[in-house]
């Protein structure tokens, strides 16, 4: 019996086609965002506190390392280090270990574990320097598409505040309406607990799909319609989290550095949106600098709208009383309220967020594909379309082959 004939291999130049025409990174039609494992981080300071457990002298020099770093406090940009001579010999042991320059990442398992690792080590970094503006998370580059399916909206008016459609959006996926629930009945009533409210509001905005959480604080409202605007500014549940009476800023962050989580945050926060000129250009791309402002929800600097009526933020706190160090603490509030990388990021954010319910789409469903990327055509802009764009001439190039 005569064999069918075996399928030809496609030819060399066909299959660099096809490698061009791909996307550059699988795109599953995926709502959640899975939680990043060690081994996609560069040098996890998990995976590097293990290297160094197996090296006796390293061992020894982190084991001591830690012993000072739990006895000396962290001190605040204006303060002098005071470090120890054997403690900076241990320091000076780890510098050639895997422990420097290791990382976490704000979604992984084992997090604060990690952070741990991280702020142990940063003595040995800069030997006693303290320095703020070395975040401890690795910029790790994502794409993950949100699917979306705007028909479910019909139920609501035409004409309801983008805030509502965002909330309607988060109900309708499980998930986030599991997680906006958890915080909800957290902050409410009459005696809720701060920092169980802090708590699951910090799970929300590290467990939800970035979108959605963005979608849900950074909807834009008129500066007339007032409904929105106190949906908005809700959403961080002001009655709970914020603390009923404002503290000196500076305590804040004193308060904030003895936390290696919320220490971790702010430093990040720093880093993304900081401002490196008079002219304000910033030191890095908007999408970063929004991640690091929500990543602070939650913590002890949580900031949140200051009224109803516009988009600006500021912590919750006051520099009255601040002595001598009052510009030290005008600024770091003034990091919040007159920030102008976290202002346009915000701004650029709801002006998206407003074009998103005014495209004319013939299908109702589509996906919005969110980008971490210094290449600005894949930035947070960037639409599902394209990934079509690409798929249809392989679809014709196989058929002709």
Same mark, same amino acid.
């Given at each position: 019996?005569?064999? &069918? &004939?075996?399928?030809? &291999?496609?030819?060399?130049?066909?299959?660099?086609?096809?490698?061009?025409?791909?996307?550059?990174?699988?795109?599953?039609?995926?709502?959640?965002?899975?939680?990043?494992?060690?081994?996609?981080?560069?040098?996890?300071?998990?995976?590097?506190?293990?290297?160094?457990?197996?090296?006796?002298?390293?061992?020894?020099?982190?084991?001591?390392?830690?012993?000072?770093?739990?006895?000396?406090?962290?001190?605040?940009?204006?303060?002098?280090?005071?470090?120890?001579?054997?403690?900076?010999?241990?320091?000076?042991?780890?510098?050639?270990?895997?422990?420097?320059?290791?990382?976490?990442?704000?979604?992984?398992?084992?997090?604060?574990?990690?952070?741990?690792?991280?702020?142990?080590?940063?003595?040995?970094?800069?030997?006693?320097?303290?320095?703020?503006?070395?975040?401890?998370?690795?910029?790790?580059?994502?794409?993950?598409?949100?699917?979306?399916?705007?028909?479910?909206?019909?139920?609501?008016? &035409?004409?309801?505040?983008?805030?509502?459609?965002?909330?309607?959006?988060?109900?309708?996926?499980?998930?986030?309406?599991?997680?906006?629930?958890?915080?909800?009945?957290?902050?409410?009533?009459?005696?809720?607990?701060?920092?169980?409210?802090?708590?699951?509001?910090?799970?929300?905005?590290?467990?939800?799909?970035?979108?959605?959480?963005?979608?849900?604080?950074?909807?834009?409202?008129?500066?007339?319609?007032?409904?929105?605007?106190?949906?908005?500014?809700?959403?961080?549940?002001?009655?709970?989290?914020?603390?009923?009476?404002?503290?000196?800023?500076?305590?804040?962050?004193?308060?904030?550095?003895?936390?290696?989580?919320?220490?971790?945050?702010?430093?990040?926060?720093?880093?993304?949106?900081?401002?490196?000129?008079?002219?304000?250009?910033?030191?890095?791309?908007?999408?970063?600098?929004?991640?690091?402002?929500?990543?602070?929800?939650?913590?002890?600097?949580?900031?949140?709208?200051?009224?109803?009526?516009?988009?600006?933020?500021?912590?919750?706190?006051?520099?009255?009383?601040?002595?001598?160090?009052?510009?030290?603490?005008?600024?770091?509030?003034?990091?919040?309220?007159?920030?102008?990388?976290?202002?346009?990021?915000?701004?650029?954010?709801?002006?998206?967020?407003?074009?998103?319910?005014?495209?004319?789409?013939?299908?109702?469903?589509?996906?919005?594909?969110?980008?971490?990327?210094?290449?600005?055509?894949?930035?947070?802009?960037?639409?599902?379309?394209?990934?079509?764009?690409?798929?249809?001439?392989?679809?014709?190039?196989?058929?002709?082959?």
């Amino acid at each position: 019996m005569r064999r &069918p &004939p075996s399928p030809r &291999p496609l030819p060399p130049v066909f299959l660099m086609l096809l490698l061009l025409l791909l996307p550059p990174s699988p795109l599953p039609l995926a709502t959640g965002d899975p939680l990043p494992t060690e081994s996609r981080l560069m040098n996890s300071c998990l995976q590097a506190r293990r290297k160094c457990q197996a090296d006796p002298t390293c061992n020894a020099a982190y084991h001591h390392l830690d012993s000072c770093t739990s006895n000396v406090s962290t001190p605040l940009p204006s303060e002098e280090p005071s470090v120890p001579e054997d403690c900076l010999e241990a320091a000076q042991q780890l510098r050639n270990s895997s422990l420097i320059g290791c990382m976490c990442h704000r979604r992984m398992k084992n997090q604060v574990a990690c952070l741990d690792i991280y702020w142990t080590v940063h003595r040995a970094r800069s030997l006693g320097n303290y320095q703020l503006d070395v975040s401890p998370y690795e910029d790790t580059v994502t794409s993950k598409p949100w699917k979306m399916n705007l028909s479910k909206l019909n139920m609501l008016k &035409p004409d309801s505040d983008l805030c509502l459609k965002f909330a309607m959006l988060c109900t309708l996926n499980d998930k986030c309406d599991r997680l906006r629930k958890a915080y909800g009945e957290a902050c409410s009533g009459p005696r809720c607990q701060r920092h169980v409210c802090l708590k699951q509001l910090l799970t929300f905005f590290e467990k939800a799909a970035e979108p959605q959480a963005q979608g849900l604080l950074l909807c834009p409202c008129a500066p007339t319609d007032r409904g929105c605007g106190e949906r908005r500014r809700n959403t961080i549940a002001p009655s709970c989290a914020l603390p009923p009476a404002a503290p000196n800023c500076l305590e804040l962050r004193r308060l904030c550095f003895s936390d290696p989580l919320c220490r971790s945050r702010l430093v990040d926060f720093q880093t993304h949106c900081h401002p490196m000129d008079i002219l304000g250009t910033c030191a890095t791309e908007q999408s970063r600098c929004l991640r690091a402002y929500l990543g602070l929800i939650g913590t002890a600097m949580t900031p949140n709208f200051v009224s109803n009526v516009n988009s600006s933020v500021a912590l919750s706190c006051t520099c009255r009383g601040s002595g001598n160090l009052q510009e030290e603490c005008e600024q770091l509030e003034g990091f919040f309220s007159h920030n102008p990388c976290l202002t346009e990021a915000i701004a650029a954010k709801m002006r998206f967020h407003s074009q998103l319910f005014s495209q004319d789409w013939t299908d109702s469903t589509f996906a919005v594909v969110t980008h971490q990327n210094k290449n600005p055509a894949l930035r947070p802009q960037s639409w599902m379309p394209s990934l079509f764009s690409c798929t249809l001439p392989l679809i014709l190039l196989l058929s002709l082959w």
